[in-house]
């Protein structure tokens, strides 16, 4: 195992990656159920409706990721100790910001790969595809998984023991 200690007080970041359907809300839900008090930031968070419910709107992605930013800005002011970031966070750059603003603000930081182990890739697609649920078309999610960067400094979800 590839694991991430559990430190109750330290100031960390847990930053998610992966694919619609590889599992990221799940283990954002794993790391709140081991930390109760952490705040999950997503762009997801910004599309929910009043009632409860997941409207997409393409037009405002950007704007999505803005909210998700300030979301982590103000939880970072708030005094979090525990802050998870749960978005594809498919390239480097798109949760550079994040590494280097828990740096600056002296929490550890932790990148958390959440797609799944090649079992066979078109089993695992087929799954993951399925498994999603924002209704992305086929091309966009494949255009996703295939735009994947590796990071080296990132774990693989299902090698974190207590996240299983």
């Known amino acids: 195992m590839n694991d991430i200690p559990i430190v109750k007080n330290a100031k960390e970041v847990f930053i998610l990656r992966g694919v619609m359907g590889s599992g990221k809300s799940y283990t954002a839900g794993r790391i709140l159920k081991k930390y ?4 999950i930031c997503s762009s997801d968070s910004f ?11 393409p037009g405002k992605f950007g ?3 803005n909210a998700c930013r300030n979301d982590f800005i103000n939880a970072i002011e708030d005094g ?3 802050i ?3 978005n594809t966070n498919k390239q480097i750059w798109e949760y550079d910001l994040y590494v280097n603003l828990a740096k600056m603000f002296g929490y550890r930081f932790h990148i958390i790969n959440c797609n ?3 079992i066979g890739e078109k089993e695992t697609l087929r799954t993951m595809f399925e498994r999603q649920v924002h209704d992305v078309p086929i091309d ?3 255009r996703f998984w295939w735009s994947f960067e590796d990071d080296p400094r990132e774990v693989a979800a299902d ?6």
């Open 63 to 65: 704007q999505s990721h």
């Open 36 to 39: 109760p008090n952490a705040v």
């Open 47 to 57: 599309f929910v409706n009043a009632d409860g419910e997941y409207e997409y709107q």
């Open 116 to 118: 799944p182990a090649p």
């Open 84 to 86: 998870v970031i749960d």
């Open 80 to 82: 979090f100790k525990k």
């Open 159 to 164: 090698t974190v023991a207590w996240l299983q």
């Open 140 to 142: 966009v999610f494949l």
